[in-house]
Every structure is written in structure tokens, then in C-alpha cells.
């Protein structure tokens, strides 16, 4: 079973940076596109950030210029680089994986970011 581990999350003062890591089971070089979605309380699920296999880079506008998403294929792992982040941007962030020739979509189980002061 292919999974995705998360990990990185935690509280942070306004300001500040966080550095979350997705690691998978398997070589993430088989996925077309990895993502970071996040959830607020109340809220639905939205995309974050995107990067596709060819190193194509995607964001929400309400994270462009803080937040970087970038894979390493030697290491199976996808990593969202916070910065000055804001208490709006206090959600579970949950790494997503998709190949899309045999339909597979992976969701990680999430991890907590909290911003506040």
C-alpha cells in the first residue's frame, strides 16, 4: 500500500517559518503531480501548492511569495517551505499524490500548523 507521511507541522509565531516534509513509500518519480493541500476548522480543503514531474510549480495566490514547494526524487520526498506566515494560514496541511495512469490518488494523514502569537 502506498503511503504518505507528513511531517514538520507545529506552532509558530506570525513571522516565522515552517518546513513540512513528505516522505512516500514508494519513488515519488511515478507520480505526474504531488501537492499540499491544508483545512481550517469549518472550512473545506484547499490546494496550497503544486509541482508536477517535470518540476512545474503551482500556488494559491494567498500563499505566493511565502510559501515554496519543491521534490526531491533521490529522497521520495516533497517539502513545502513556509515563510512569514500569518495566523490565517493555521491549518492540517495534507501532502496528495496522484499518477494518473492507473488512477492512484495517496493523501498523507496531515499535520497540524498553528500560527499565533
Known amino acids: 500500500q502506498v503511503q504518505l507521511v507528513e511531517s514538520g507541522g507545529g506552532l509558530v509565531q506570525p513571522g516565522g517559518s515552517l518546513r513540512l516534509s513528505c516522505a512516500a513509500s514508494?519513488?515519488?518519480?511515478?507520480?505526474?503531480?504531488m501537492a499540499w493541500y491544508r483545512q481550517a476548522p469549518g472550512k473545506q480543503r484547499d490546494l496550497v501548492a503544486s509541482?508536477?514531474?517535470?518540476?512545474?510549480?503551482n500556488y494559491a495566490d494567498s500563499v505566493k511569495g511565502r510559501f515554496t514547494i519543491s521534490r526531491d526524487n533521490g529522497k521520495n520526498t516533497v517539502i513545502l517551505q513556509m515563510n512569514s506566515l500569518k495566523p490565517e494560514d493555521t491549518a492540517v496541511y495534507y501532502c496528495?499524490?496522484?499518477?494518473?495512469?492507473?488512477?492512484?490518488?495517496?493523501w498523507g494523514q496531515g499535520t497540524q500548523v498553528t500560527v499565533s502569537s
Open positions: 509541482i508536477n514531474s517535470g518540476g512545474s510549480t
Open positions: 514508494i519513488s515519488i518519480a511515478r507520480f505526474n503531480i
Open positions: 496528495y499524490a496522484v499518477q494518473v495512469t492507473i488512477n492512484l490518488h495517496v
